[in-house]
């Protein structure tokens, strides 16, 4: 079972190789394109997607040492994401799994998040460990923040969403108003570590039930900042890493705090964390405490498994192709593809 696999739901254009169940491979082209934007462009997007999926995918194949005639599936995101930037991938891999005569497999980009905790790459000679069935995952990323039950890798349940932004939006807007360049959500967590999680008291609000919201305490890091400023001019500038730990602490502890209900509501135990968002220190450090606390089994991704990427849609794949999950030529993506 040879699966080619390819990413390409915002700036980030992947392919990787799955081959038998062992990772092979996995490239990602990054666009640097948006810095000077301070946000991702989707016209652009779409465009430098186009220019770098084919260099990619050879790439991908040959760091596999597979020949494309070897493959056994074309695996592809269809959403969650941005139009342009999806058509891209969908187009490239239903004309390539048309002319190679070969099954196309349509994966939704939040489940393979998830199911990244179950690629099987040994690091070092030593296998991580895998979440079991079920578990809850947080999925936490610029464009979702969402409390999943998984109870198989093709059955997923939201038990909980952000009703307004996602966490991700909450990191980059703070840092936007901190004068940090795009991304700024890996700047924040970069300063934090210096800084006094406690210095600096910002409202975490309350959403019934299992459910986030995030706009309150942009508008309360907005106020706070604008009327400190008034007062200093260089208020930023001589308190960044208080500033951005405090920032940090509150928006951890805001997805904590759910997390602990959804344990006690549900007696589930294995814990894991997926997104970009996951690639956080604060949140892994604070996640791995409170798994020690509480005694919950903690799954954390590799660091390159928690930005956006091909192997963890290669890995989706492998569940579904396994199961005879095919989609059609007729198929198309889905910008707004949930659960």
């Known amino acids: 079972m040879n699966i080619l696999a390819i990413e390409s739901s915002c700036d980030e254009t992947s392919a990787a190789v799955l081959a038998n169940g062992q990772l092979r491979s996995n490239i990602i082209a990054t666009q640097l394109i948006h810095e000077q934007y301070g946000g991702v462009v989707p016209e652009l997007a779409s465009r430098a997607h186009q220019q770098h999926i084919l260099p990619v995918v050879e790439r991908a194949l040959v760091d596999a040492n597979i020949a494309k005639t070897e493959l056994s599936a074309i695996a592809f995101t269809r959403g969650p994401g941005l139009l342009g930037s999806l058509l ?24 393979a998040h998830v199911l990244a905790h179950f690629i099987d790459d040994q690091h070092e000679g030593i296998a991580r460990p895998k979440p079991g069935f079920p578990f809850l995952c947080l999925t936490v990323s610029g464009g979702h923040t969402q ?50 999680p406690l210095a600096y008291k910002f409202p975490m609000g309350e959403m019934p039930g299992l459910d986030f919201s995030f706009s309150g305490i942009k508008t309360a890091i907005l106020y706070f900042l604008r009327d400190n400023v008034k007062k200093n001019p260089d208020f930023i500038a001589e308190n960044l890493a208080d500033i951005c730990a405090s920032i940090q602490h509150t928006l951890v502890q805001m997805l904590l705090t ?9 007696g589930i135990r294995d814990i894991a964390i997926a997104g970009g968002v996951s690639a956080n220190s604060g949140l892994r450090s604070a996640l791995t405490q409170l798994g020690d606390e509480q005694n919950w ?7 390159e498994y928690c930005t956006d990427n091909a192997a963890m849609i290669a890995m ?24």
């Open 88 to 111: 891209v991938g969908a187009s490239f891999a239903k004309a390539l799994a048309l002319g190679l005569n070969i099954p196309l497999i349509e994966v939704n980009h939040m489940q």
């Open 258 to 266: 759910k997390l602990k209900r959804a344990v006690r509501e549900t």
């Open 147 to 196: 409390l999943v039950r998984i109870n198989s890798p093709l059955e997923m349940e939201v038990i909980g969403q952000t009703q307004d932004d996602a966490v991700g939006e909450a990191f980059d807007k703070s840092a936007k108003l901190l004068n940090l360049p795009y991304p700024g959500g890996p700047l924040i967590d970069n300063y934090a570590k210096a800084g006094n």
């Open 297 to 303: 089994n903690v799954f954390i991704p590799r660091f």
């Open 316 to 339: 989706a794949a492998q569940f579904k192709y396994e199961q005879g999950d095919f989609t059609a030529q007729t198929v198309s993506p889905l910008p707004r593809m949930s659960f």
